[in-house]
């Protein structure tokens, strides 16, 4: 895992620590190689595949995050790497996957769009599909964050996770389980992309009509399969606004001098918004800062 992930820091958050009235701590994964978590499950799903299946190369479907996260790990593992983007994905992340070595294909606007896409080029070039989230092995690597925050801050009450597709909250809520079961663990997800809440409301996963929020990598229009059955019952959920992220995103880069996309923003929006009220230390998931600094300094202008 760690000659290719960085072990990332959970940064002490003075300013919050005093709002909140407990020891709040910022878990930078915008400091991973690819600028976000993703390259957790990414480099756990191609090194867990057979040799004769990864050398035929993978394909994946992926708003930025994820996309950049395979075609790095493809990179180290020396293997071709295809990924399925939408038409509207932002230039650092289309730039981003490309950096890396990674073949982009764009796909119309929508999750369901680029997995259609994804599974044509799969089923005709032999391709391994590397789903975003909803698979064993992603989960499996998105949840040593959860690993690593129960050694760093061993008394941690809460942990806060953004939510979109939901394979990161699935591993955190699996890791942490089995080592701090009385943690509690908070989903924040985009008042315009309430997937996994209204997966909890319904108690099965179910369809959004539509998603839209300026936290472009929190969008999916459901929650995965196996990730809703990792946390039902098992987690909290909250939403923020998009002036709450976009305050927030600013907030971090002005206050915290830390990058973050309007994603990785989310759970300090929850925290600084009162969404949170926790009994004791927090942890909040900054999880990708895939963000160009002028459009957050601009932002910061207008919050």
């Known amino acids: 895992m760690y000659e290719v992930v960085v072990r990332t820091p959970a940064l002490p958050c003075s ?53 950049q996260a395979l075609a790095y790990a493809a990179q180290r593992a020396e293997v071709r790497a295809v990924v399925v983007m939408p038409e509207s994905a932002p230039a650092i992340k289309v730039e981003g996957v490309r950096r890396w070595g ?40 998105q949840g040593t964050v959860g690993l690593e925050i129960v050694e760093d801050v061993p008394d941690v009450a809460m942990i806060a996770v953004p939510v979109g597709g939901g394979g990161l909250v699935a591993g955190v809520v699996t890791a942490v389980a089995a080592l701090r079961p009385k943690v509690k663990i908070c989903a924040v997800e985009p008042d315009g992309a309430r997937a996994l809440g209204a997966a909890l409301e319904a108690g099965h996963p179910v369809r959004l009509d539509r998603s839209h929020s300026i936290a472009d990598g929190l969008l999916p229009l459901a929650v995965g399969e196996l990730n809703f059955a990792l946390v039902a019952g098992r987690v909290l959920a909250c939403a923020v606004s998009d002036e709450e992220i976009a305050s927030a995103t600013a907030w971090l880069y002005r206050t915290m001098r830390v990058l973050a996309e309007p994603s990785g923003a989310a759970t300090t929006a929850a925290a ?30 207008t919050t």
Request: positive net charge; contains cysteine; charged residues 20%.
């Open 15 to 67: 300013p919050l620590s005093n709002a909140l009235g407990v020891p709040t701590y910022l878990k930078l994964e915008n400091r991973q190689p690819t600028g976000a978590f993703k390259l957790r499950g990414a480099w756990t799903f191609i090194r867990r595949l057979a040799p004769q299946v990864r050398a035929r190369g993978v394909v994946t479907y992926s708003s930025g995050n994820h996309g």
């Open 102 to 141: 990674g073949e982009v294909v764009f796909a119309g606007s929508t999750s369901d769009d680029r997995r259609r896409r994804a599974l044509e080029l799969a089923a005709a070039e032999g391709l391994t599909v590397a789903p975003p989230y909803d698979h064993c092995d992603i989960i499996a690597g």
């Open 272 to 301: 600084r918004a009162g969404r949170l009220a926790p009994d004791g230390p927090v942890v909040l998931i900054v999880s990708g800062g895939n963000v160009d600094p002028e459009w957050v300094t601009a932002l910061d202008r």
